[in-house]
């Protein structure tokens, strides 16, 4: 009687593990086949040679082969899930970094439109009679018109901002820009000029100074 | 007006003051204080003293020159604070300034409260005395 044994080894593994195992299966069954059917003839010539038992030794060592084969192809695997772990790992490092980069090419590149922008529209002014006011350091406002509460406030932001030697101030309001620059000072009192409008201010206050001088006799 | 509305008052201006007031009184014509603040209490009840019958008298002193109304008297001391009086209806508000103060916030505090002293009905025997003359 002739045997086939079929050997199967069933490993969870991903696709490609899988199907070398499958091919493995295939080849171990046809030398089986081969073997039993070799062995079969010689029983015919000499029945004395225990057939079963041969077959059952060949099936223990490919077996084994099988078995040893199986155990390098996991730590092939293995190995490889780390090596991908690592990869993994890395791109992502890769992708934080880019997108690091990238926010601050944003930034870099807005605050560079924004200054281009400024260069285009920014307008200067140098005659007082485009500034709105012109007030003091004690909120007093001396040349011109506008919103007195905003003034005496702003010169009480302004008093806390003393000491950090700006010359300009821009705030946003109600979709314009009110723009404040120092003018210098005049009878120990700091002058501060105000423009509200649409579009970037510069003051000259040099000429701004000279013009008021004449106004107010300074 | 009550007691407790010009108290209310004097806490609005000076918590909008950002300390550029020392001293807040309220007094009537005749100087007597309404309401306070600032410690000690003797120097306000000096202010109202002192800054009713300055306004008053200034007013008249006006009246000669101008016929209008005194909005506000600002007395500027060598220390470089204020004292600022306007009127409120028949009393007067009196601020004392810290030194170097924001005054245009101040002025704005105390015009935001300031109503213009009304005209004194004139006695009948002065209305004759006018026909008089004329």
Redesign the interface.
């Known amino acids: 009687m002739i045997e086939v044994v079929i050997i199967r080894i069933t490993i969870s593994s991903n696709f490609d593990l899988n199907l070398v195992l499958l091919i493995l299966d295939l080849i171990a069954t046809l030398i089986l086949v081969v073997v039993v059917t070799k062995a079969s003839r010689r029983r015919e010539v000499n029945p004395t040679v225990n057939v079963v038992d041969q077959v059952k030794l060949l099936e223990s060592r490919i077996v084994n082969n099988i078995d040893m084969f199986r155990k390098t192809i996991e730590r092939v695997k293995d190995s490889n899930l780390n090596i991908l772990s690592a990869i993994e790992i890395r791109l992502k490092e890769l992708d934080r970094t880019t997108l690091s980069l990238s926010e601050k090419l944003d930034k870099k590149l807005s605050k560079i439109e924004s200054a281009l922008t400024n260069t285009v529209n920014v307008k200067i002014v140098n005659r007082l009679e485009d500034i709105d006011c012109v007030?003091r350091d004690?909120?007093?406002?001396v040349y011109g018109s506008y919103d007195?509460?905003f003034?005496?406030?702003i010169?009480?932001a302004l008093?806390v901002l003393e000491g950090a030697n700006f010359e300009m101030l821009e705030i946003s309001k109600d979709g314009s820009t009110v723009s404040i620059g120092v003018l210098g000072r005049v009878g120990g009192k700091t002058l501060y000029c105000l423009k509200e409008s649409l579009y970037p201010v510069r003051f000259d206050s040099e000429k701004i100074l000279k013009e008021l001088g004449g106004i107010i006799g300074q | 007006m009550a007691s407790k509305d010009y108290e209310e008052i004097i806490k609005r201006i000076v918590s909008k003051s950002f300390g550029q007031i020392e001293r807040c009184v309220i007094a009537s014509e005749d100087g007597l204080p309404l309401a306070t603040y600032g410690n000690p209490d003797e120097i306000n009840e000096i202010i109202a003293a002192i800054s009713a019958p300055l306004f008053a008298a200034t007013q008249d002193v006006i009246k000669n020159l101008e016929k209008t109304k005194v909005i506000k008297i600002d007395v500027e001391l060598t220390n470089t604070k204020h004292l600022v009086i306007a009127p409120m209806h028949n009393n007067i508000i009196a601020v004392l300034s810290s030194q170097n103060p924001n005054l245009g916030l101040i002025y704005y505090l105390v015009e935001e409260v300031a109503e213009p002293r009304p005209e004194k009905e004139k006695s009948t025997s002065e209305e004759k005395k006018e026909e008089g003359e004329m």
Do not use: A, E, S
Not at chain 1, 138 to 141: E, H, R, S
């Open positions: 007030f004690d909120g007093l406002i007195k509460k003034v005496v406030y010169t009480q008093r």
